[in-house]
């Protein structure tokens, strides 16, 4: 017996659209193909309904390994009534932050040679705590030392779509976060690669 035809391309676009407005978190390509009927293109329903909502009131976005609804970034000025807390991370938790996303996988020992002071539990446990950084896998090393990474949530709250669109060096003086007196001048490397 022949397997039924996939639906019309519309129509897969319909259920993409579906699945990702109910969804809380970004929906990775591989999850949409497992729940569209077999034979769909999730890759073609997902361009088909980037192109549809450019220049709309929502855009669909990459979010790190996933797609998801966000407000075009011109319209967020529109949503500043909703009232947001915003808490000021520490210096230490701002560098130690820098050094998992540029760094990452990264262990304890590594973030305190590069900053060359030493990290405190609650540092790590409060960018745990707001979701930016989630323990990695183990090293394969004396001791087995725990890494640290950068989640979803981190790339989504800077608007990036994986560790690769961070700023490099060129970029963050050009921006003029590393002209100031005392800033400290943090080895980076570039992000995704291993060291």
Not at 43 to 49: W, Y
Not at 77 to 94: K, N, W
Request: without cysteine; aromatic residues 6%.
């Amino acid at each position: 017996m022949t397997p039924p035809d996939p639906p019309p391309p519309e129509e897969q676009a319909r259920m993409v659209e579906a699945i990702l407005f109910a969804s809380p978190d970004p929906v990775p390509l591989a999850e949409l193909e497992r729940r569209l009927p077999p034979g769909s293109d999730a890759r073609a329903a997902v361009d088909r309904l980037r192109r549809h909502y450019e220049g709309r009131g929502v855009v669909l976005r990459q979010v790190g390994g996933g797609w998801a609804f966000r407000t075009a970034p011109d319209l967020a000025h529109l949503l500043s009534r909703e009232a947001v807390e915003t808490r000021r991370l520490s210096r230490a938790a701002i560098e130690t932050l820098a050094i998992v996303a540029y760094h990452g996988p990264v262990t304890r020992t590594e973030i305190e040679e590069i900053r060359g002071v030493s990290v405190s539990r609650g540092t790590l446990d409060h960018l745990m705590e707001i979701g930016w950084i989630r323990l990695g896998r183990r090293r394969q090393t004396p001791g087995r030392p725990v890494t640290y990474v950068t989640t979803e949530a981190f790339l989504d709250h800077f608007g990036l779509a994986s560790p690769a669109d961070l700023p490099n060096l060129a970029e963050l003086r050009a921006a003029g976060f590393l002209s100031g007196q005392g800033t400290p001048e943090l080895p980076l490397k570039p992000p995704g690669s291993e060291g």
